[in-house]
């Protein structure tokens, strides 16, 4: 089976609206990709693992010579954004055309949850040089203010909480029940933060997977649910905030690569 075909086999949440997914989503910051450089055995090779639209392989390609990002996704990878030191491919997480102990890093921003655990770590394994550092992370919760905050959670959980599929709650746990086989670093801490106002926030939320499922299935827009409260605490939609994300990671080191 090809890698073309085996990338049909995915559990794809994003597709139907990728475009809209890589206008709404906040940067990561600039620090992570330095600090992730620095503890790699090298800088000649990087892989991003469910780049997206491949905001972390930009980052990524500041400190490495290249960048080989691969999405499940041909919608995904279609709006990615082209950088001269990057190479987009479609393929799977679990199938890569990299060749053994090839890579510096791997990195997968928000999206190995999705993936199968085995599968994926057999091949991180195969494609890591000794040494080699692999880097998931994730964010959850939203800082605002606590009035917008608790609305947020509300829409999050008691709105369109059923329409999340099931393995979520990697993300709602911080990925701390994600299974790792890697020996682990402890990375400083990075917040991801962005000034939004409160359209660009709705643009956010909006693209969740849950949003798109609970659109598809009944038929109107479950923000409209919360838009009055969401309005009020806000204030003039126009009015830009700080909006934060803690970020949680797993890194480790693949100490048994030959």
């Not at 279609?78 to 950088?83: L, M, N, V």
Request: proline residues 5%.
């Amino acid at each position: 089976m090809s890698n073309e075909t085996k990338a049909l086999n995915f559990e794809d949440h994003f597709s139907g609206h990728s475009g809209q997914y890589a206008q709404a989503r906040p940067q990561y910051p600039d620090q992570i990709y330095a600090y992730l450089a620095s503890i790699a055995p090298g800088r000649s090779l990087a892989w991003d693992c469910g780049t997206g639209n491949g905001q972390a392989a930009l980052g990524l390609a500041k400190h490495f010579d290249n960048v080989y990002a691969t999405d499940a996704s041909a919608e995904q990878i279609a709006h990615a954004y082209p950088h001269e030191n990057v190479e987009y491919h479609t393929e799977p997480a679990e199938h890569v055309s990299l060749k053994d102990s090839s890579t510096d890093l791997v990195t997968v921003a928000v999206a190995i949850h999705w993936f199968n655990f085995n599968e994926f770590y057999r091949e991180v394994k195969r494609v890591l040089k000794p040494n080699g550092v692999i880097a998931a992370w994730t964010y959850n919760s939203v800082e605002i203010s606590p009035e917008i905050d608790s609305l947020i959670w509300h829409y999050y959980g008691d709105i369109v909480g059923k329409y999340w599929p099931k393995h979520i709650r990697y993300i709602e746990q911080r990925y701390e029940t994600l299974p790792f086989p890697f020996e682990e670093i402890t990375p400083p801490s990075f917040v991801m933060e962005i000034h939004w106002n409160l359209i660009q926030l709705a643009g956010f939320l909006d693209s969740w997977s849950a949003t798109q499922r609970y659109k598809a299935q009944n038929g109107d827009h479950p923000l409209e649910l919360i838009w009055d409260k969401l309005l009020a605490a806000w204030g003039d939609e126009n009015k830009t905030r700080l909006i934060r994300w803690p970020l949680h990671f797993r890194i480790g080191r693949n100490v048994t690569g030959a």
